[in-house]
Every structure is written in structure tokens, then in C-alpha cells.
């Protein structure tokens, strides 16, 4: 039994036609369903690869059209489109990943604060109010120079009164002559 090339073509030509039938249906039938229509659901209902549909333009374009179009009995007035659907989620997305850049630039800022309170806490941070410390250190600096400058004149004072009383003592143990 020998097949010649052109009943393989012929062959090839009844499936692409048996396929695209099918195809067509399935179409059809989401449709009347109101089912949602995608080139994937229509591949499947047609139990044909996405690839067939893609590489047949009518085809694609019959999908495409009928995935446009409102489902039968629905009304348009109240109903939301696919697109403004896809808009939507498309918008809360980029709210989404806004608002999650967001809590993280708060949770950084939240741990840097924590952070430098807990290290203030400990004792190892400088104390908030280091101008005022700093004044205070001078401050008490210059009152120990002035202390140390009184003590020295009352040192002097006192080996002073020493001196004096030693020659007073020194006359009162002198013999007085007569």
C-alpha cells in the first residue's frame, strides 16, 4: 500500500477543516454559555493546541471579536467591561506595590527610631542635651580653677601665721635680761 504526497495533503487539508470546524463551535458555544472567551478556553473546548488558532488569522481574529463583545442577555449600561476590568486591576496592582513601598519606607523609619532609642536607653548613646552638659563641664572646670586659686592664697595666708606665730613663740621663750 503505497500513499502518494498528494492524499497526505488532501489528508491534512480534511483535519485543518475538521479542526477549524471545531474551533468555530466551541466558539459558538462559550458564547452562547456566556462563558468567558479566551484563545486558551476556546483551544480547549475545541480540543486543539493555542499554537492552531494563533497560526490561523481568521480564527484569532473571530476570538478576539467575540471576546469583545457583551454576553448575550447581559445588559451594557451597568456592566463592567473586560478592558475596564483589566484597567482596574491594573491600577490596584500599582496602588498595591505604592502602598507596599510605602509601609516599607515606614517600617525603616519606625526601626531606625526604635534603634536609636534603645541605644540612647543603654547608656552608650550621647545624651540628648550635649550643649548644655558641655557648659556645665566648663563651667565647673572654671570653679575648680577659681577654688584652687583660693586655696593657694589661703595656703599662703596660713604659712604666714605659722612664721608669725613661730617668732612670737621664739620671743616668749627668750630669756629676758633685766
Given at each position: 500500500m503505497t500513499t502518494s504526497p498528494h492524499h497526505?495533503?488532501?489528508?491534512?487539508a480534511a483535519d485543518s477543516e475538521r479542526r477549524r470546524a471545531r474551533v468555530l463551535k466551541a466558539l459558538d458555544q462559550l458564547a452562547a454559555n456566556g462563558e468567558e472567551i479566551t484563545v486558551s478556553a476556546v483551544a480547549r473546548a475545541a480540543r486543539v493546541h493555542r499554537s492552531f488558532v494563533h497560526r490561523h488569522s481568521d480564527l484569532h481574529a473571530?476570538?478576539?471579536?467575540r471576546a469583545s463583545e457583551p454576553p448575550p442577555g447581559a445588559t451594557t449600561g451597568t456592566q463592567a467591561s473586560r478592558r475596564s476590568l483589566l484597567a482596574d486591576v491594573a491600577n490596584l496592582t500599582a496602588r498595591n506595590g505604592r502602598l507596599t513601598a510605602h509601609i516599607t519606607r515606614l517600617e525603616q523609619r519606625l526601626s531606625e527610631a526604635l534603634g536609636q532609642a534603645a541605644w540612647e536607653a543603654s547608656g552608650l548613646g550621647a545624651?540628648?542635651?550635649v550643649d548644655t552638659l558641655t557648659r556645665r563641664v566648663g563651667e565647673l572646670e572654671q570653679q575648680i580653677l577659681d577654688l584652687r586659686v583660693e586655696l593657694a592664697e589661703r595656703d599662703d595666708d596660713l604659712a604666714a601665721a605659722r612664721a608669725a606665730n613661730r617668732e612670737l613663740m621664739a620671743q616668749i621663750n627668750t630669756p629676758h635680761v633685766g
Open positions: 497526505l495533503a488532501q489528508a491534512r473571530a476570538v478576539l471579536a545624651p540628648a542635651d
